[in-house]
Every structure is written in structure tokens, then in C-alpha cells.
């Protein structure tokens, strides 16, 4: 009989839209460092000497794992690579950050969907390498959903807080920069629109400081990116409420495209800045297709 607790994993995952199949995809990842990351016992071998070699847990192989540690009587009865994990190793810890302010709701999807989505795929990833992972929501200032996690069986309570979120506020990347003390080294995704002023430079260069390597995913609409707009209209900012009074023509939807490509710049450039991974997406990508551009990024591998 499955509990109370698992029925509710199983449902968020749904919402997320995080399938069997999608699941299977991200089962043959994990996640890179570019720098070792001092933390509890978990996958990554530690450079530093003595410590307990005491076993863990299990895991499937992955390219670029070290083959001493398959356990081959385990291949000899499944024909499947299972690397055995040992408590003498350290762990990444995956912090996701939310941009959970009321502009993340807009689009067909909506944004903040997206978001949730690729949070869950890639927090799937960290907890089945028995890295750890938690989830951090931020708008007007951030609040931490889950503590750190470890292992696959905590998976559906990090679904059960990403599914839960809802657009609301506005955004300030400060909320970040003040929070990041209370994180543990390891890597930081922000899930992000990027449309706030100022940026997440302060922000960025504090994750930095607390020995965290940034990442930054941006997500639009794909009525941001592409917008079917026309005539007399009256636009009213999501976050502010403020209204403008404008006559949209060929004209105006050319200086916004011009105007939305110096912005990805700018966000590309600051990533490039802090040493950070970029990835754009739009909201109408589907989940292995994003997952696929965090790969090629090297978010994940």
C-alpha cells in the first residue's frame, strides 16, 4: 500500500510533469563540480586522506565514475553497473532558487511551471547521486522550503514543496545575497525571468562568497520572446501595476526585439562575470528538452 506521504510525491511529479520515462532520462545524470565542495559524507571522493570507508548506499553508473567502485557481483545477477557509494566521499549540495514574484505567472505556460519543472528534474538528479538538495522560493525575500535532503526517497517531499508555489509579489535578487549565508557550499541554480531591476550582480557575487558556483536559468514565454501584439493597448506591469498607454506596430515590435536581445546579452555577460552557467529556455519547452539544454551547458552530465 503506498503511504499518504508517496501518493502526494507521485501526484507533484505528475504536475511537474516529471514522467517514467523522463525519470528513466535523468536517472543516467549527475551533477559536475568545477571545484572539490567540503560537506557531509556522499558520491564525490574527497582529497582529503583518512576519514571512514564505511558504505552508504547504492547508485547507477554514470559516465565519468570511477570503475573501482562498480560492484560487480551486482552486474553479474542485474547486467546494470551499480556503484557502490562509501561515507569516506563528499557531497554537492543543490541549492534551486524560485523566482517566485508575480511576473513568473505570466505566459502559456506559465513561467513559473517551467520553472518548478526543470527544479524538480534537476533535484531528481542531485538526490539520486546522493548528493543533497533543497529548494529556496524568492520574490520580495526568500524563504527556504526544504532543508538539505539526501537520497532518492526524499525526492517526492522536495516535488510536494516545488509543486506548491505560486507567482506573487516582486522580485528582489537581494532576498538571495541575504539568504546565501544560510546555505551550505555547493552549487546554486537561480530559476529566474531576469526582467527585474537592478540584477542578481549583488546576489551572484554573494553566492560566490559562500563558496557556491552560480547558475543561472532564464525562463520567458514564449509570448515574451514572440509577441503577437497589434493595435491600441493598454500593458500593465505584473509586479507594479503600472500602466502604459501604447500603439503597437511592425516598428515597436522591432525596437522590443532589439530591446529583448541586448537584455539576454547583458544577463549572458553577467553569468560570464561570476564564473557562472547560463541556459535560456522558454516556458513551452517540454522537460527533456530543457534538461537536454542544462546538459549542453553543463549544468548536468
Known amino acids: 500500500m503506498t503511504s499518504p506521504a508517496a501518493s502526494a510525491g507521485i501526484a507533484a511529479a505528475r504536475a511537474l510533469g516529471l514522467t517514467p520515462e523522463v525519470l528513466s532520462l535523468l536517472d543516467r545524470m549527475t551533477l559536475p563540480s ?40 551486482a552486474y553479474a545477477r542485474h547486467e546494470r553497473l551499480i556503484v557502490r557509494l562509501h561515507s569516506a566521499d563528499e557531497d554537492v549540495t543543490l541549492t534551486l532558487w524560485l523566482d517566485t514574484s508575480a511576473s513568473m505567472s505570466y505566459g502559456d505556460p506559465p513561467k513559473l511551471h ?16 546522493y548528493d543533497r538538495a533543497c529548494v529556496a522560493s524568492f520574490a520580495s525575500a526568500a524563504t527556504m522550503l526544504t532543508p538539505r535532503l539526501r537520497g532518492r526517497s526524499a525526492t517526492h517531499r ?6 506548491g508555489l505560486h507567482g506573487n509579489g516582486s522580485t528582489d535578487f537581494g532576498a538571495i545575497g541575504r539568504a546565501s549565508t544560510r546555505t551550505a557550499p555547493g552549487i546554486a541554480v537561480i530559476i529566474s525571468d531576469f526582467l527585474s531591476h537592478p540584477g542578481p550582480d549583488a546576489a551572484l557575487a554573494a553566492l560566490r562568497g559562500a563558496g557556491q558556483e552560480p547558475v543561472l536559468v532564464r525562463v520567458l514565454s514564449r509570448q515574451e520572446v514572440e509577441p503577437d501584439l497589434r493595435g491600441d ?48 529556455l522558454v516556458s513551452d519547452t517540454d522537460i527533456v ?3 537536454r539544454a542544462c546538459r549542453a551547458a553543463g549544468v548536468v552530465r
Request: proline share 3%.
Open 233 to 280: 493597448l493598454r500593458l500593465v506591469d505584473a509586479e507594479t501595476r503600472a500602466a502604459v498607454e501604447v500603439t503597437v506596430t511592425p516598428s515597436t515590435i522591432a525596437a522590443y526585439t532589439r530591446r529583448l536581445a541586448d537584455r539576454t546579452d547583458a544577463v549572458r555577460s553577467l553569468a560570464a562575470r561570476h564564473r557562472a552557467r547560463f541556459v535560456d
Open 289 to 291: 528538452a530543457a534538461v
Open 114 to 129: 517551467a520553472a518548478v519543472s526543470l527544479a524538480g528534474a534537476l533535484a531528481y538528479v542531485a538526490l539520486g547521486a
Open 34 to 73: 568545477r571545484r572539490p565542495v567540503l560537506g557531509d559524507a556522499g558520491q564525490r571522493r574527497s582529497r582529503r586522506t583518512g576519514g571512514s570507508v564505511e558504505f552508504a548506499d547504492f547508485r547507477a553508473y554514470v559516465p565519468g565514475d570511477d570503475f573501482r567502485r562498480v560492484d560487480w557481483n
Open 158 to 163: 522536495l516535488w510536494v514543496a516545488l509543486a
